[in-house]
């Protein structure tokens, strides 16, 4: 009943005590305010975008490209571009002149000028104004342009209209991911949603292995640096201490994770942010529930797991200087599983994937990633997930030992045969 009572009151310490730092609320606020603004990117993005029609200006020529272009572009909606047909100046001085007067008094934002002609007897133009990165108003002027020869070869070679109809008529391909296992498909939306969601997981759980880890190892370093541990040892048990301070911690994380996705809803909701999605077609109701619950489940694993691993490193070091080398270790570990699951984006069916994600340490992130892009079988899950309980189970017993012994050895970072000595040494 004691330990009981002791584990919680480190707990409730670790977590006021964490809760009431400049860090945690500064972390908070800068991370909501990131969240706000990617979710508010479309609604600013639909702001940029005008729907102004850019006027260009062309000589009328006699092949008849100009009056082409300028019928083309009128008759696309949407095009966001039109042509004005000026008569001939008599020169290619005079219409040159006359085009940049045209484009100094901003009547047109950009003109046609013919150059020559292709292998296929169709002109060649150059495109001019004062804007280096007219490419978007250069685009829509090819693409009118492209459809104009389109159209004058297909005379050419005595198409019907039908026929050009049944030519240019797009090709309609979707996009459903079929489960093998008979548990249902998803859409191409679905598979969309599903992806991104695993993806912006994935970064979480790195970033939340990265900050509670590095908090917990930094903690325990500090307390045993500034001998505070020697009184603290006295009063609680090294091992209510550890787990207290990693369930406080995972308590803080979770809080903070808590307050984000709040703050994403906030977002979400907004009308704004409502039409702008729903312009691009995203519904956030087609998430499926379960890939949720998997992702608790593998966060708060994965959290386990790498927390006894820092909290065990953290006890053998006696400066917080030694700190950052010491953990490096297991840094790279996460990192790895962490770049695995960004690279593994673009095939997460390889053999490399599937095998790696049942590592325990690379599970969190990998087997996430194949729920969220892919059907892995639910039984490949599971199984991830019990080898990953196992293995929290192996290490916390082993982290265990290793912080008991850790705590009561100051100076140099001990060995591992000076911690199997020191273990032996105090009956643990």
């Known amino acids: 009943m004691q330990a009981v009572t002791d584990f919680w009151r480190v707990v409730s310490f670790t977590i006021r005590n964490k809760i009431r730092s400049k860090a945690y609320a500064v972390t908070l606020i800068v991370m909501a305010i990131a969240i706000s603004i990617v979710i508010n990117l479309p609604f600013v993005f639909s702001l940029i975008q005008t729907d102004e029609t850019d006027t260009f200006g062309m000589i009328r020529d006699g092949g008849g490209v100009a009056e082409g272009l300028r019928d083309i572009l009128a008759a696309q909606e949407g095009s966001g571009a039109a042509l004005l047909v000026y008569d001939d100046r008599g020169s290619a001085e005079a219409n040159e002149a006359f085009l940049r007067e045209k484009l100094r008094e901003g009547e047109i934002a950009g003109y046609l000028v013919i150059t020559g002609q292709d292998e296929a007897g169709f002109p060649t133009l150059q495109y001019k104004s004062e804007d280096a990165m007219d490419f978007g108003k250069m685009g829509a002027l090819q693409s009118g342009l492209q ?68 908090m917990i190892a930094a903690e325990i370093t500090m307390e045993k640096s500034s001998r505070i541990m020697e009184i603290l040892i006295t009063s609680v048990k090294p091992l209510t201490q550890m787990f207290g301070k990693i369930t406080g911690v995972c308590i803080v994380g979770l809080s903070q994770i808590a307050a984000l ?158 911690l199997r000595k020191a273990m032996k040494a105090y009956n643990i």
């Open 147 to 214: 459809m104009l020869k389109f159209g004058r070869v297909s005379a050419e070679l005595g198409l019907t209209e039908r026929q050009l109809a049944l030519l240019n008529s797009p090709v309609n391909i979707s996009k459903v991911q079929i489960s093998l296992s008979g548990e249902g498909a998803k859409s191409e939306m679905e598979i969309a949603i599903s992806s991104v969601l695993a993806f912006s997981l994935v970064i979480l759980l790195f970033i939340a292995i990265m900050m509670t880890g590095q």
């Open 261 to 418: 996705f709040a703050a994403a809803a906030v977002n979400f909701v907004l009308p704004h942010n409502r039409e702008a999605f729903g312009r691009l077609g995203i519904d956030l109701s087609l998430v499926d529930p379960m890939l949720i619950v998997y992702a608790v489940l593998f966060y708060l694993a994965g959290y386990l797991l790498y927390a006894t691993l820092f909290a065990a490193v953290g006890s053998m070091v006696s400066r917080t200087e030694e700190l950052g080398q010491a953990v490096m270790p297991l840094t790279f570990l996460s990192m790895i599983g962490y770049f695995l699951a960004i690279f593994g984006m673009q095939n997460p069916d390889s053999r490399l994937i599937e095998a790696a994600s049942f590592i325990p340490f690379f599970s969190p992130f990998l087997m996430m990633l194949r729920m969220g892009v892919t059907e892995p079988p639910a039984w490949e899950a599971g199984l991830a997930i019990g080898i990953l309980l196992a293995s929290i189970a192996v290490f916390g017993w082993l982290s265990a030992k290793i912080y008991r012994t850790g705590v009561l050895m100051y100076g140099k970072r001990p060995t591992f045969r000076e």
